[in-house]
């Protein structure tokens, strides 16, 4: 069933609004979480994604603040990307983090990327 467009409207009032628009993905991610001196490989999979991050389901207890890395390949490209990102949301076993460390041509690449994809947030 589609969503009607009043309830993507529907916000809190404290809540604020995106920087960025998001679109809709579907790839692997394998995900990286540091803790102190040691790090667990999990795999993840992307659903959502936006010039400062990316949300992804992942079968693990995650907390808002870990440091990870994200390594990914976007679909019909064949460059891998390593990021790293800080984990700002949870929902379920869904996790949004924010993207701590696009080098320029990343971001000029996702620029480029994020327009074929379809929105997620309208």
């Known amino acids: ?21 998001r679109y809709r993905c579907e790839f692997p991610v394998t995900l990286t979480l540091f803790h102190g001196a ?3 490989e999990m795999q993840a999979h992307a659903r959502d994604l936006s010039e400062g ?7 693990a207890e995650l907390t808002p603040g870990d440091v990870a890395s994200l390594v ?5 490209t064949s460059e891998p990307w390593a990021v790293r990102a800080v984990l700002r949301h949870r929902r379920g076993y869904h996790y949004g983090f ?15 990327y994020l327009p074929k994809l379809p929105r997620s947030d309208v």
């Open 1 to 21: 069933m589609a969503s009607s467009p009043e309830k993507a409207l529907k916000r809190s009032p404290d809540r604020r609004p995106r920087l960025y628009p």
């Open 38 to 40: 040691g790090h667990r």
């Open 53 to 59: 991050g990316m949300g992804v389901l992942v079968a």
């Open 72 to 76: 990914f390949v976007f679909p019909a």
């Open 98 to 112: 924010e993207f701590l460390s696009l080098s320029d041509q990343q971001t000029r690449a996702l620029a480029g």
